[in-house]
């Protein structure tokens, strides 16, 4: 009896390729203009591209810079491996090993920082997905000849910026988060289907934006903590410091930051 949860999850995967092709026929079937839509697809796709390559070369690395005064660039370089097994998995917790090679073994962060920012930067850190489903939902709205007000362009970056938080750090996650961004508007939800077709490489892009975007955090953490934590190991050179330390640490150091507004950059 306890392997057929198993064995049904199993037969989904095994055919959920067929109905991922029906669901996309019976889309395409619907079209009344096929080039149309297919040239608004592919503008789509180049958005979101862009939207991505924009985040994860420009604000991100514009953020750490500022932040830490460092070379981002240098910092991403050894992110490479890391940045490859997103895309190659399309999970950010399936990359989680590697990041935390690329942190302590390349740049040199301190574990105690990674292990505490990464788990939590795979589970609530999806800029690259809050991008996508936003860009998705202005999409649909043009496709059915639907103009949206600011407000309600408002209430797409919001709602796809909550939805993105509670997604979860597994493959094509951000589809099931998008209902929620179209519901919220009065959208068609039934042309998810359309996106699904060249969501499988768009997948893989926005989670090597998470996972870079989680390595930039965990690099800015270190900056500020590093003093502080070279102090602790000079007062316990043979004890190190567990993970309720570290949060007490980081909380001091952002007290500090907090009373000296001239040492802290908001964005």
């Not at 690329?102 to 589970?123: I, K, S, Y």
Request: proline share 4%; with cysteine; aromatic share 8%.
């Amino acid at each position: 009896m306890h392997h057929l949860p198993l064995h049904a999850t199993v037969a989904a995967f095994r055919y959920s390729p067929f109905g991922i092709m029906c669901l996309i026929m019976g889309k395409i079937l619907e079209i009344h203009d096929l080039a149309d839509t297919a040239r608004m697809l592919a503008m789509y796709m180049v958005t979101v591209l862009t939207g991505l390559a924009v985040h994860s070369l420009i604000s991100l690395p514009l953020i750490f810079f500022l932040t830490t005064r460092k070379n981002p660039f240098v910092f991403m370089r050894g992110l490479l491996q890391a940045w490859i097994t997103a895309l190659g998995t399309a999970s950010s917790s399936a990359t989680l090993p590697i990041t935390y090679n690329c942190l302590e073994e390349n740049l040199g962060v301190d574990r105690r920082v990674t292990r505490f920012v990464l788990p939590v930067g795979a589970t609530i850190n999806m800029d690259g997905t809050a991008l996508y489903e936003a860009v998705a939902a202005i999409f649909i709205a043009q496709m059915n000849g639907i103009q949206l007000s600011f407000g309600q362009v408002v209430t797409v970056s919001l709602t796809a910026t909550l939805a993105s938080i509670g997604a979860a750090s597994v493959p094509s996650a951000g589809l099931v988060t998008m209902l929620l961004v179209l519901t919220a508007v009065g959208l068609p939800v039934k042309d998810v289907s359309l996106i699904v077709a060249v969501d499988w490489l768009l997948d893989r892009v926005r989670t090597s934006i998470n996972v870079l975007g989680d390595a930039f955090g965990a690099g800015i953490v270190y900056h500020y903590v590093k003093e502080d934590l070279i102090a602790h190991d000079r007062v316990h050179p043979m004890r190190s410091m567990s993970l309720g330390e570290f949060f007490i640490v980081f909380q001091h150091v952002l007290r500090i930051h907090s009373s000296h507004p001239s040492n802290v950059i908001l964005f």
